[in-house]
């Protein structure tokens, strides 16, 4: 016989405290301890170390948390598998996205999506910085990954190619670079990380070989899309994807150099929390922007690729 007591205590060992399970569940931390208690004299076991500041788990608490945690989490997500199987995607939604990508090739997926998902309520962040997706509570993410969090599942959204501009008038004044190694006389404009606070290095393919540079100058910015008007306003040379200088090309003004030397495209990711269930809303959401997008904007790349 499962006891009654089990879910009480995955949720006590998932959130770390008798206090946060008590918020989760809706009751109170006296009566976690006590669910607690009768399934450590049901099961003859301690499964807590317990002092006034700290709860741990005994090697016995772990050993029934290896056994136990995965089923109960499974048979949580059919339940609610079989609940929301019969309603539409509702409730809010809360996506990362990097500023300059995430108004130039989501926000337009997005009337469409809310047209089609009347239910759902979108709360998009709009930040460079590579968030910790579960910290932040957020359902979705979409950028460039940089790290293997195994606790993330990742599909492929967007390839960007990176290139580097300049305006015309500042090739016109300064010359153009032939060779990466020419940007060492030309001013660059790089990008800081806001995730690492580092500036982003620039790659290149010469010989079949990629190489990378640090971007030297005299303006450091931490948004692409400032560092586009720098180019605008003839600063110097910056890196950016394709997509960002298609839309530059409407401006005109601008140029693209070194284009022999450009390194492979950059694959953006959309990513979500690794479960064996998602809501409704997060796999509509998923599942719509991957499908436009794959519709829609390679041909659009191409295009931009052929002009450039």
Same mark, same amino acid.
């Given at each position: 016989m499962i006891?009654? =007591?089990?879910?009480?205590?995955n949720t006590v060992v998932k959130n770390g405290?008798?206090?946060?399970?008590?918020?989760?569940? @809706?009751?109170?931390?006296?009566? $976690?301890?006590?669910? *607690?208690? =009768?399934?450590?004299?049901?099961?003859e076991l301690r499964l807590f170390h317990r002092s006034t500041h700290s709860l741990t788990l005994t090697e016995d608490g772990q050993e029934l948390y290896k056994r136990t945690g995965h089923l109960i989490e499974q048979l949580e997500d059919q339940i609610r598998l079989s609940t929301d199987k019969q309603k539409s995607p509702h409730g809010r939604l809360k996506v990362n996205l990097p500023d300059s990508f995430g108004r130039m090739f989501v926000l337009p997926l997005v009337p469409a999506f809310l047209e089609k998902y009347p239910d759902v309520e979108l709360d998009l962040k709009f930040d460079d910085r590579m968030g910790d997706l579960v910290k932040e509570g957020a359902d979705v993410g979409i950028g460039v990954l940089g790290n293997d969090d195994s606790?993330? *599942?990742?599909r492929e959204f967007y390839s960007l190619q990176p290139v580097l501009v300049a305006s015309r008038d500042y090739l016109l004044k300064y010359g153009e670079p032939t060779t990466p190694q020419d940007l060492l006389q030309h001013n660059c404009i790089a990008y800081r990380s806001n995730t690492t606070g580092k500036k982003k290095l620039w790659n290149f393919r010469t010989d079949g070989e990629q190489i990378q540079m640090e971007p030297e100058g005299n303006l450091i910015v931490n948004n692409l899309s400032a560092a586009m008007t720098a180019v605008e306003t003839g600063v110097g040379i910056a890196a950016v994807g394709? @997509?960002?200088? @298609?839309?530059c090309l409407e401006q005109g003004g601008f140029r693209r150099v070194l284009r022999g030397y450009e390194s492979d495209p950059i694959k953006v990711m959309i990513y979500y929390s690794?479960?064996?269930?998602?809501?409704?809303?997060?796999?509509?959401? $998923?599942?719509?922007?991957?499908?436009?997008? =794959?519709?829609?904007?390679?041909?659009?790349?191409?295009?931009? *690729?052929?002009?450039?």
């Open positions: 006891p009654n =007591q089990l879910n009480t205590f405290s008798f206090s946060s399970a008590a918020r989760l569940l @809706g009751v109170s931390s006296a009566a $976690i301890s006590k669910s *607690i208690s =009768q399934l450590e004299k049901n099961l606790s993330l *599942i990742a394709v @997509g960002n200088y @298609g839309a690794s479960r064996h269930y998602l809501p409704a809303k997060t796999r509509a959401f $998923i599942d719509y922007m991957i499908a436009n997008v =794959q519709e829609k904007c390679p041909l659009e790349l191409e295009e931009m *690729i052929h002009a450039l």
